[in-house]
C-alpha cells in the first residue's frame, strides 16, 4: 500500500471544509474551524495538521480529491519520497 | 458528441474535467468571459493579504486546456441561446453547434449606479489586481471605506485590518447577512465590528459618491464620510441577457431539477447561476459556495454523460471577522425556515442558530460555536427535528 504524508497549513484553511465532506476518515474540523488530519477516523498520537498515511490506493486518490476541493489549496500530500503529489509544482 | 460549456469557473471547469475523463473523444468547449486560466476566487484574499503568491492563485496552467484537448476560448461571452437550433452565438460572433450544453456562468458584483476611481469590486483576479493598484497609489495614509453586509465585506475587513488602515463600514440594514442572522447575532457582528474599531454606520444607505476624478469620500444619511477608497459587496446578479428569448426557466438563477437539468432538453446548469432541486432542504434554490459549486461541476457532467442521478450534498461556507469564526450551512434563509432557534447569547460571544422547516433541521449558523458544526450537518443530512439535538452552553 502506499504511503503519503498529508500536510494541513492552518494559515491558509479557512474553514471551508470541503475536505471534511469528500474524505471525512482524513480530515475533521477543530474547534478552530481548521481541518485535523485523521488516520482512518483515528487520531493515533493525538491531534495534528500533518501524518503518514498508508492507503489504498482508491483511498490515495479520494483524499488527492479532498485536496483538489480545497478552495485555498491549504493541503499538501507527498508520497515516500518527499515528492509533491499535490498540489501539482 | 460537443459538450459546450459557459463559465469557466470552478463549476464550469471541473464539469469539462470530469467529461474528459469519461470520453477522451467528445469535443468540449469552454467559453469563458475571464483572460486568465482558472483559479480560486476563495484563494483572492489571502493573495490580496501576501500570504500566497500571485501564481499560487491558478490551479491550472494556461497549458492545462490544450493537454486535455479542452477548446478553451477566453475573453468571450455568450450572447444569445439558441435551443431549437442548438447552438449559443458568442461576442466574437461565432455560432457555437452543441449536443448538450452547461450553463455555468455565475453572477457578477451588483454594481452601485455611481462611480469614480477609487471604487472596488471584489470577484476576479483582475479586481484583486486593481485593488492593490489603489492600496499601493493611496499608500499608508488611506482611509478606508466599505459599503455592504455580506461575504464580500467580509474579505474586505479582513484586508484592511490586516494592513492597520481605519475602517469606515456603512450598509443599508441594520446587520449583517440581513437574510440570515436573528437580531441578537446580528448585534454580536456588529460588537465584533465596533470593538475591532470599525466606524461603523447601520441604517446608512449609499447616497452619492465624492470626488472629482478620485474618489474623496461617500454620502450616507448618516452624513459624508471622508475616504479613499471603497470596496463595495452589496450582492451578485446573473447575467440572463443571453437567455431571455432561450425557453429556459429563469427564477433567481437558471431553475433545475434534482439532477441540474433544465426544462430545455440538452440543457443544464451549475454552480452559483443554478436555482436547483436541493433533495436534502426540500426545495429550489440557489447556493453560492465553492464546495457546491465544484461538487455541482462534477456531478453535472455525470449527469450529462448519461449517468443520471439526482445531486445531493450538504454545503457550507465559512469566513472570519476579525476573530469571529462565521459558519453557514445549508439553507440559512430566515423567510424560508417555519421556525429559527438560537443557542447561546450575545454576552457569551458565541451564537448559533438552528432553522428548521417541516420539523426537521435543514440549516445552521455558528457565530465563533464551530463545535456545532458536526450536529448540524448529521442533523440535515439525517433529516432530524431540532428537538432531538443536544447543544453544550455553559
Redesign the interface.
Not at chain 2, 450534498?313 to 472570519?320: H, K
Given at each position: 500500500m502506499p504511503k503519503i504524508r498529508v500536510q494541513v497549513d492552518p494559515d491558509l484553511c479557512i474553514g471551508a471544509a470541503s475536505c471534511v465532506t469528500i474524505a471525512p476518515e482524513t480530515f475533521q474540523m477543530n474547534e478552530e474551524n481548521k481541518a485535523w488530519v485523521l488516520d482512518h477516523g483515528t487520531e493515533p498520537g493525538g491531534s495534528t495538521y500533518e501524518r503518514w498515511l498508508e492507503v489504498t490506493e482508491d483511498e490515495m486518490e479520494n483524499i488527492i480529491l479532498g485536496a483538489q476541493s480545497c478552495p485555498t489549496l491549504a493541503i499538501f500530500i507527498f508520497d515516500e519520497a518527499g515528492t509533491q503529489l499535490f498540489p501539482d509544482m | 458528441m460537443r459538450y459546450l460549456i459557459i463559465g469557466g469557473g470552478i463549476a464550469g471547469t471541473t464539469a469539462a474535467e470530469v467529461l474528459r475523463k469519461s470520453d477522451a473523444s467528445a469535443e468540449i468547449t469552454i467559453v469563458d468571459e475571464e483572460q486568465h486560466p482558472l483559479y480560486?476566487?476563495?484563494?483572492l484574499g489571502?493573495y490580496l493579504k501576501g500570504?500566497?503568491s500571485r501564481e499560487?492563485v491558478f490551479?491550472k496552467p494556461a497549458t492545462w486546456y490544450q493537454e486535455h484537448n479542452i477548446e478553451w476560448l477566453p475573453g468571450v461571452v455568450a450572447e444569445q441561446l439558441d435551443t431549437r437550433n442548438k447552438f449559443v452565438r458568442i461576442s466574437d460572433q461565432r455560432e457555437l453547434p452543441y449536443d448538450k450544453l452547461l450553463i455555468a456562468s455565475g453572477t457578477v458584483p451588483r454594481p452601485l449606479e455611481v462611480d469614480l476611481r477609487g471604487v472596488s469590486y471584489l470577484r476576479t483576479i483582475d479586481d484583486a489586481d486593481h485593488l492593490l493598484q489603489l492600496l499601493s497609489e493611496r499608500g499608508m495614509d488611506a482611509r478606508m471605506g466599505i459599503y455592504g453586509s455580506g461575504f464580500i465585506a467580509c474579505e474586505y475587513l479582513e484586508l484592511f485590518r490586516e494592513m492597520n488602515l481605519p475602517i469606515t463600514l456603512a450598509y443599508r440594514g441594520d446587520k449583517f447577512w440581513s437574510r440570515a442572522l436573528l437580531p441578537e447575532a446580528g448585534e454580536l457582528v456588529n460588537k465584533v465590528l465596533v470593538d475591532g474599531g470599525v466606524e461603523l454606520h447601520t441604517r446608512a444607505e449609499l447616497k452619492d459618491l465624492i470626488g472629482e476624478k478620485e474618489l474623496t469620500g461617500f454620502v450616507t444619511p448618516k452624513g459624508t464620510h471622508e475616504v479613499t477608497l471603497l470596496g463595495v459587496g452589496v450582492g451578485v446578479i446573473p447575467d440572463f441577457s443571453w437567455l431571455r428569448d432561450a425557453g429556459v426557466e429563469l427564477g433567481s438563477g437558471v431553475k433545475t431539477n434534482q439532477f441540474l437539468e433544465t426544462n430545455v432538453p440538452d440543457v443544464y446548469a451549475a454552480g452559483d447561476v443554478a436555482e436547483f432541486e436541493d433533495v436534502v432542504l426540500g426545495r429550489q434554490l440557489v447556493l453560492m459556495?465553492?464546495?457546491n459549486a465544484?461538487?455541482q461541476g462534477r456531478h453535472v457532467a455525470r449527469v450529462m454523460a448519461g449517468e443520471r442521478v439526482a445531486f445531493e450534498?450538504?454545503?457550507?461556507?465559512?469566513?472570519?471577522i476579525f476573530g469571529l469564526?462565521c459558519?453557514f450551512v445549508g439553507d440559512t434563509e430566515l423567510a424560508e425556515a417555519d421556525n429559527v432557534h438560537l443557542i447561546g447569547s450575545l454576552e457569551s460571544g458565541g451564537i448559533t442558530q438552528v432553522f428548521e422547516r417541516s420539523e426537521r433541521v435543514v440549516g445552521g449558523v455558528m457565530l465563533n460555536r464551530?463545535?456545532d458544526?458536526?450536529l448540524i450537518t448529521k442533523a440535515i443530512k439525517n433529516k432530524q427535528p431540532f428537538s432531538e439535538l443536544t447543544f453544550v452552553t455553559e
Open positions: - | 480560486s476566487r476563495v484563494l489571502h500570504k500566497v499560487r490551479l459556495n465553492w464546495q465544484m461538487s450534498l450538504v454545503s457550507s461556507y465559512s469566513i472570519n469564526e459558519i464551530n463545535s458544526r458536526v
